[in-house]
Nanobody, 122 residues
Framework: QVQLVESGGGLVQAGGSLRLSCAAT????????MGWFRQAPGKEREFVAA???????AYADSVKGRFTISRDNAKNTVYLQMNSLKPEDTAVYYC????????????????WGQGTQVTVSS
């Protein structure tokens, strides 16, 4: 069983940066694929970024070049560095984990965090 706890959300002006963190409990974190999704009010949840157990990465087109996902297996933590934020990035951001180490928008992730709010003002 894995528990995921996100942190680092908040209010930022357009053009600013935030770094989200997701701390995972449980064993064998280094074998998990990790991802970030987001859901804006009135919209469906959408894929943002993911990193496999081998540290291969995948990004949504809307965040490529602005967001960077990374992981620190020693700390059981995955990060999402968000730069050049836009008002349309406003959403609740969720951390996810896949026990088979996969990463990508179509993976059926096994575990989800509670989410952290990111608000970008114009």
């Amino acid at each position: 069983q894995v528990q995921l706890v996100e942190s680092g959300g908040g209010l930022v002006q357009a053009g600013g940066s935030l770094r989200l963190s997701c701390a995972a409990t449980g064993r064998n974190f280094n074998k998990y694929g990790m991802g970030w999704f987001r859901q804006a009010p009135g919209k469906e949840r959408e894929f943002v970024a993911a990193i496999s157990w081998r540290s291969s990465t995948a990004y949504a087109d809307s965040v490529k070049g602005r967001f960077t996902i990374s992981r620190d297996n020693a700390k059981n933590t995955v990060y999402l560095q968000m730069n050049s934020l836009k008002p349309e990035d406003t959403a609740v951001y969720y951390c996810t984990a896949d026990e088979y180490g996969r990463a990508g928008p179509y993976v059926q992730y096994d575990y989800w965090g509670q989410g952290t709010q990111v608000t970008v003002s114009s």
